[in-house]
């Protein structure tokens, strides 16, 4: 029976002091109600807040890091994006100076009639020396056509199919071409050897040959045209007892870095037997 008489106190009591509120309210006068009230409430509305300041910071602070991880990897979408363009940009850059050096060349030797192709295969050996373009017999290319880049010789056709073509390079140890030296006019016979060079062979002994000579093509024996260029003699030698000297020579062109060659097509060489 307590219980039910305890709560009718209290409610009596809020219904009072309600009362009393308006009372004051109506009144104008201070209340005084309402000043106890906010002297007890405001402390513990300032303990509130400073609790839930460090809480909100950090949801703020996990938001933030959210939006800073979408801008970085927004950021980081277009510097790749960038980096791209910029490799394509170099990539034809490259590409254009190529050609912009075989057209320099082509119209240097306006009696070549010159075709483009690009190196899709090497050589995996040691051994052979030879790649692989792109361009065949539909092209109009035969066995035996000379290759050359605007820097000189890099050998012949030696086998053809439909759209491709095998180019055996001077340093393969079978390649062999009649050269001469340009500043004596002496004339020998350049050949490849193991190892990726060149030597220069059947030079007399009377001759004098230099380090530094520039070594082209004579033209005789008809497998390459008059005046390309082979390269450079690098090593002199010589023995007295022999009745001729010899010379190693630097290739003019690297075949290793190159990606495009041009074929001369209106040069027929000799008939070469069949491989």
């Not at 609790?51 to 790749?80: H, K, M, Q, T």
């Not at 070549?112 to 050996?125: F, K, N, R, V």
């Not at 390079?169 to 079978?174: I, V, Y």
């Not at 008059?226 to 003019?252: C, N, W, Y």
Request: proline share 5%; hydrophobic share 45%.
């Amino acid at each position: 029976m307590k219980a039910p008489r305890q709560w009718s106190i209290i409610i009596i009591l809020v219904l009072l002091l309600i009362l009393a509120w308006l009372v004051f309210d109506s009144l104008g006068a201070q209340n005084p109600l309402r000043d106890g009230l906010s002297q007890v409430i405001s402390p513990l509305q300032l303990v509130t807040k400073r609790a839930w300041e460090p809480i909100s910071g950090l949801f703020a602070g996990v938001g933030r890091v959210s939006e800073l991880r979408r801008e970085n990897e927004s950021l980081r979408a277009e510097v790749a994006e960038l980096r791209t363009q910029v490799i394509l940009l170099h990539e034809a850059q490259i590409e254009n100076e190529d050609l912009r050096r075989q057209l320099d060349f082509k119209s240097a030797v306006p009696n070549y009639q010159l075709l483009s192709a690009e190196i899709i295969g090497h050589d995996p050996g040691n051994y052979l020396q030879y790649f692989t373009i792109d361009r065949g017999a539909d092209d109009g290319l035969r066995r035996g056509m000379p290759v050359l880049t605007e820097a000189g010789l890099l050998g012949r056709i030696s086998k053809v199919s439909k759209n491709a073509a095998q180019v055996m390079l001077l340093t393969d140890p079978s390649s062999s071409v009649s050269a001469f030296i340009q500043r004596s006019r002496t004339t020998g016979l350049v050949q490849g050897y193991l190892g990726h060079g060149l030597v220069m062979r059947y030079i007399p002994q009377s001759e004098t040959v230099v380090v530094g000579d520039v070594v082209l093509t004579s033209g005789l024996g008809g497998s390459f045209p008059k005046r390309l260029v082979i390269g450079q003699i690098t090593e002199v030698h010589r023995d007295d007892v022999e009745m001729f000297q010899s010379a190693t020579i630097a290739p003019s062109v690297d075949p290793h870095s190159l990606e495009s060659v041009m074929v001369l097509l209106n040069f027929d060489p000799f008939e070469l037997p069949e491989e």
